[in-house]
C-alpha cells in the first residue's frame, strides 16, 4: 500500500477522517474523536478492531462495511 496520509471520506451527512496504519489497518475518526479502528478481512468484509486489545471482532457490522468500502474506492482512485 502506497497511500499512507490521512484521508476523509463521506457516507451520507457523516464524514469519517481514516488514517492509515500497518497494511490494511485504519483508524476511524467521527466528529473530530478516534471513532473505530478497523482491518480488512476479505475483499467485501472488514472487521472493528477490540480497542483493549486490537485483535479482530467477528461479527457483522454494516458501518465498518460501508467505511471500508469507501477507503476500497478512495485507495483505488
Do not use: A
Not at 502506497?2 to 467521527?30: A, C, H, Q, R
Not at 472487521?47 to 478512495?74: S, Y
Amino acid at each position: 500500500m502506497e497511500m499512507k496520509e490521512p484521508f476523509d471520506i463521506e457516507l451520507g451527512d457523516i464524514i469519517y477522517s481514516v488514517f492509515p496504519e500497518e497494511e490494511d489497518t485504519y483508524v476511524i475518526f467521527k466528529d473530530g474523536m478516534e471513532y473505530v479502528k478497523i482491518i480488512k478481512d476479505t475483499d467485501t468484509t472488514w472487521l472493528k478492531l477490540n480497542p483493549e486489545t486490537e485483535l479482530p471482532l467477528f461479527g457483522m457490522d454494516e458501518e465498518v462495511n460501508l467505511i471500508g468500502e469507501e477507503i476500497k474506492k478512495e485507495l483505488s482512485q
